[in-house]
């Protein structure tokens, strides 16, 4: 199962969604260093924006996507957890 592809909320910002179907899990918005060169700020998301935490630095939108994980204290199917990849994959 392939997580949902993030939501373009508008030119430099992304919502990524994953354990719940309303609230994003995380949020990517692109900067432009000195160099020129893209970057993307991959922000824990939180109601209260004091809880809001840069987690990562990415060189693209896809890199900074595949580091927000499903929540694994969420038993669900078979695995009893959610389809993040194995550690030793």
């Known amino acids: ?4 592809r993030p939501i373009r909320y508008d ?3 992304w919502l990524v ?4 179907e309303v609230l994003p899990k995380a949020v990517i918005k692109r900067f432009v260093d ?3 060169a ?3 700020l991959l922000i ?3 109601l209260d924006p004091k809880k ?3 987690m990562a630095v990415c060189d693209s939108l896809e890199r900074a996507d595949t580091l927000v994980l499903y929540d694994n204290r969420k038993p669900s ?3 009893k957890g959610p389809p993040n990849p194995h550690p030793a994959q």
């Open 1 to 4: 199962m392939n997580p949902p």
């Open 11 to 13: 030119q430099d910002t």
């Open 17 to 20: 969604m994953r354990d719940d």
């Open 34 to 36: 000195r160099r020129g």
């Open 38 to 40: 893209d970057q993307y």
């Open 44 to 46: 824990r998301w939180d």
């Open 52 to 54: 809001r935490v840069l």
């Open 77 to 79: 199917g078979y695995w």
